[in-house]
């Protein structure tokens, strides 16, 4: 099936469902939007955001206030489709007392049969039932609801990339811009490529557009996305000036006037040296690759269809850091794959041990409907779980290591808010990637006009601002720092 590209003027025949449902929903109704799954997924319902606040809806900071509720589903490992249905059963309850409540379901799992079933049988009062290539025309489904169907469920099966879709950006500090969708990977373990359609890269301008308006809206770093964005452009026609992923960046970076740029994620595959090579050159690409090695064993990469081996990663791995001292490198790792051996197991250690990767997201191998591992016998829970606690301690010993090399530098962090676990330090991140927390003194307050203000407060009044930073103390996750100097406001550089 060919691309379908929707252009920002079918985006605006969209817009006139937006007005439609305006008058539909009527005045002070309120949206909720629970998000499960990765960035992509994210970058999606701030799309949904967008064309709902465009609706007039404000948003409800909490589920039992909200008059539409969406739920943006995951599918990638089956906790997170258990989780999905745990929050319908909690909906159910909710619209008894409520029975107005309107209620989407969209994302990855709505492009398997099983789960749409299951809705159908289980949660009748589900309104509406859509796909992630059907974002764009939210308006026009919700209509369908608002003028008298009973219910809406219509999952796209075009590819599709659609432009022009009001957003409503989560954070003040990253804005998401997704690059590409899709994936034509097919690892054999995963869904995406059966829940996202075929690989489709939105066209350069468009996105080098979306970047300058990003960074005049004052927005410093922008996280480019797509599943594997080493293939971006891959799809495009050669003959115009669209350019693979290594032009974006540059353009992006050299054009954008943004201060940081990151993208995730790359497969070792097809990252080139040629990519290492322009973020070496570019101050304003970030020091950060995030790039899954899923296993250490060559016989495993193969029954994966990862199509690289595990001398190839760290050759990759070794050329990142030859090129770019300060890089950090993050990884993916699944344990316990079907067939995997105590041997295979060894491998995998061994090359976790030998990367000293920054951070890894280590994962316990889940059989997904439809997928060709999911037809494989499989490892037995207690031994998965046991290797899984290995290599969590082979990792946290690379990351503790990796941050203590960190202490005594100081590093410029954008800074995300209030920390979770101190109520009076900040967060944020530097450009490699890593989370530093860190305390600023009362005067430093007192200069910013924020003596009076609590600690929430200042949090947000210091979101999307650059720090520079003094690290103090090393953890396994994060990094503890003191501030050094602050930047002056909404300058770039
Ligand atoms: N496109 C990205 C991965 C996106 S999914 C890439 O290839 O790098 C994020 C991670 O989820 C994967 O890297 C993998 O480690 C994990 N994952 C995917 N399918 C899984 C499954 N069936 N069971 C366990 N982990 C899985
Ligand atoms: Fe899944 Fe592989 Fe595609 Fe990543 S590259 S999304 S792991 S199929
Ligand atoms: Fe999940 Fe879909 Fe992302 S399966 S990880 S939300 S692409």
């Known amino acids: 099936m060919s691309t379908q590209y929707i252009s920002t003027e079918e985006s605006l025949r969209q817009a006139g469902f937006l007005v439609k449902n305006r008058e539909l929903l009527g005045d002070g109704k309120k949206y909720h939007i629970i998000t499960f799954g990765c960035q992509l997924n994210d970058n999606d319902s701030e799309k949904m955001a967008g064309q709902m606040e465009a609706m007039n809806l404000l948003e409800a900071e909490e589920l039992a206030e909200a008059d539409l509720v969406v739920i943006n589903t995951c599918s990638i490992r089956e906790n997170a489709a258990g989780r999905f249905f745990g929050h319908l059963g909690i909906i159910k309850n909710l619209r008894k007392d409520k029975p107005n409540l309107l209620v989407a379901v969209c994302g990855c799992m709505m492009k398997q049969e099983v789960h749409v079933d299951k809705i159908r049988r289980s949660y009748p009062f589900v309104d509406m039932v859509f796909g992630p290539q059907d974002i764009y025309r939210f308006p026009e489904l919700l209509n369908r609801r608002l003028e008298g169907s009973r219910r809406v469920y219509d999952v796209g099966m075009e590819d599709t990339v659609a432009e022009g879709v009001p957003v409503r950006r989560e954070r003040k500090f990253r804005a998401l811009s997704t690059i590409m969708y899709g994936c034509n990977n097919f690892c054999s373990y995963c869904v995406v490529p059966y829940a996202r359609g075929r690989e489709r890269s939105r066209h350069q301008a468009e996105v080098l557009a979306e970047l300058k308006a990003l960074a005049d809206e004052g927005f410093s770093e922008v996280m ?24 974006l960046l540059t353009k992006a970076a050299e054009q954008s006037g943004l201060k940081r740029i990151r993208f995730m994620s790359s497969h070792p595959k097809d990252i080139s040296l040629d990519l290492l090579d322009t973020i070496a050159a570019h101050p304003n690409i970030e020091r950060h690759i995030h790039f899954a090695l899923q296993s250490g064993s060559n016989e495993i990469l193969k029954a994966m269809n990862r199509k690289y081996t595990a001398e190839h990663f760290l050759n990759l791995l070794a050329e990142a850091r030859k090129r770019i ?7 993916d790792i699944i344990v316990g794959f079907p067939g995997e051996t105590e041997e295979d197991f060894q491998d995998t250690l061994r090359v976790v041990r030998e990367a000293g990767f920054d951070q890894a997201f280590t994962f316990q191998y889940s059989p997904r409907p439809g997928t060709p591992a999911a037809k494989l016998e499989e490892v037995p829970a207690d031994v998965m779980t046991e290797r899984f606690n290995r290599l969590v301690e082979v990792q946290n010993e690379n990351s503790l290591r990796a941050h203590e090399r960190l202490v005594g530098e100081t590093v410029e962090v954008l800074i995300e808010g209030l920390s979770d676990h101190s109520e009076s330090s900040l967060t944020g991140r530097d450009s490699a990637y890593h989370l530093i927390n860190f305390t600023l003194d009362e005067e430093v307050f007192a200069e910013l006009g924020l003596a009076e ?12 601002r650059f720090a520079q930073v003094k690290i103090t103390d090393a953890k396994t996750f994060s990094l503890q720092g003191e501030l050094v100097g602050l930047a002056p406001q909404g300058r770039v550089g």
């Open 453 to 464: 203000t609590d600690w929430v407060r200042r949090g947000q009044a210091l979101e999307g």
């Open 224 to 247: 480019l996305l797509g599943q594997n964005v080493n293939s971006y452009g891959k799809d495009l026609p050669a003959s115009n000036e669209q350019g693979n992923f290594v032009e």
């Open 325 to 331: 001292p300060d890089i950090s490198i993050t990884t």
